[in-house]
């Protein structure tokens, strides 16, 4: 197929298109509150899990603004039930279990040695490490005694490195979490019986990544489709091409910026969408977790200050974008206290795109009520408000 008009969307189409594609504005759902979560999860792509808590983990937080129904144990339930596995997107992640298959390039060219994971490998280690789990059944890295090895590297004891390094290249899976840590078996215990495991060619494998990315965000270029993934863009890269020539997808135009979308995604722009609706959103969202983009799109000048020194910051520790009138317009520093009960927003920062600022602080606060339940507390504090000029 020749080349195709390109299609220009405005600032406001392309957030729309974003915000439908990541399934906000929140619906009910006629499923099960468990089976909602695993469609949420099947339409993002992944699930982003991080170790900070100062309020509930980025797994739970990224599927509660999305699944108002959302329960703590979801996430058990769907790997207990085989239907989601927990392994590396962009970083450690909850996945649908339809997608195994495309998690094997990673692992299979780590098993190689064409892929670098951060610890080194002791391979004798690693096959003891492997015969007792084959023989005792599930572990924890705390199960294994390290005698005479020591740490090297993350802090990491040698039997955990060997753990994760059984996990990233394949042999190994979490098969659940206690108290947040990980619980490993022999992968064939853990992947149910029907499930696809051939891995697929470079081919198959481009198509997977750019349409899963462009359907979840609405359109997409090469380097956001393949952030922090190595050694596929010359598959993805290819991929876009034999799409774009087959009619599959499009190109828009995006503030200057051409990006691909597919036919049906666009479609999206012929639905309403309920502008008022506001959400707290976790740092690790996937609809902003690239940062670059989001400041493209949402103009959202967003940074993660938990990773900045104290003296540094402008805005606070653990600020939690919000997201109002199909755009982002604020941001509060967040800490859920569970002994008192009480969700403290330390800092409320406005920016300036607010307007109809009674109207915005009427829904912010009915939803802070509601995510300081979601956080185990019984009310909320807002102790400082101010707006950037």
């Not at 390290?146 to 990491?156: I, P, Q, R, T, V």
């Not at 190595?230 to 990006?259: M, P, R, T």
């Amino acid at each position: 197929m020749t080349d195709r008009a390109t299609l220009t969307l405005s600032p406001t189409q392309a957030r729309k298109l974003v915000l439908l594609s990541q399934g906000f504005p929140v619906k009910s759902s006629k499923n099960t509150a468990n089976s909602a979560t695993l469609a949420v999860i099947r339409r993002l792509g992944y699930v982003q899990i991080d170790t900070i808590s100062v309020v509930q983990r980025a797994n739970h937080h990224t599927l509660w603004t999305r699944n108002p129904h959302y329960q703590l144990d979801h996430i058990d339930t769907l790997i207990a039930d085989k239907k989601v596995f927990e392994y590396w997107s962009h970083a450690a992640a909850y996945l649908p279990m339809q997608d195994y298959r495309f998690s094997l390039p990673r692992k299979n060219a780590l098993k190689a040695g064409e892929q670098q994971h951060w610890f080194n490998k002791n391979l004798p280690l690693m096959a003891e490490v492997m015969s007792r789990i084959e023989a005792e059944g599930p572990l924890m890295a705390k199960d294994f005694v390290s005698k005479g090895l020591k740490n090297n590297g993350w802090g990491a004891s040698p039997t955990k490195q060997a753990l994760e390094n059984l996990y990233m290249q394949g042999d190994l899976m979490i098969t659940e979490r206690r108290n947040f840590h990980k619980v490993y078996d022999l992968t064939q215990r853990v992947l149910p019986k029907n499930i696809d495991d051939s891995v697929p060619t470079a081919q198959e494998h481009g198509r997977f990544l750019v349409l899963r990315f462009i359907r979840a965000q609405g359109f997409g270029t090469l380097a956001e489709i393949i952030y922090l993934l190595k050694h596929v863009k010359a598959h993805a890269s290819a991929a876009i091409d034999e799409l774009y020539h087959s009619g599959e997808i499009d190109k828009v135009l995006i503030n200057g910026v051409e990006y691909y979308a597919c036919h049906d995604v666009l479609a999206l722009l012929n639905r309403r969408v309920n502008k008022q609706q506001l959400k707290i959103l976790s740092p690790f969202d996937n609809l902003l977790i690239q940062r670059k983009r989001a400041n493209a799109i949402f103009d959202f000048d967003y940074l993660l200050e938990c990773y900045v020194p104290a003296a540094k910051r402008q805005f606070g520790y653990f600020c939690l974008p919000i997201m109002w009138n199909a755009t982002l317009v604020a941001r509060a520093d967040c800490k859920a206290e569970k002994r008192t009960g009480t969700l403290y927003v330390i800092h409320l920062i406005l920016e300036p795109s607010i307007k109809e600022l009674s109207e915005f602080m009427t829904e912010l606060e009915s939803q802070l009520q509601e995510f300081a339940h979601f956080n185990m507390c019984e009310r909320y504090i807002i102790q400082k408000v101010s707006k950037i000029s």
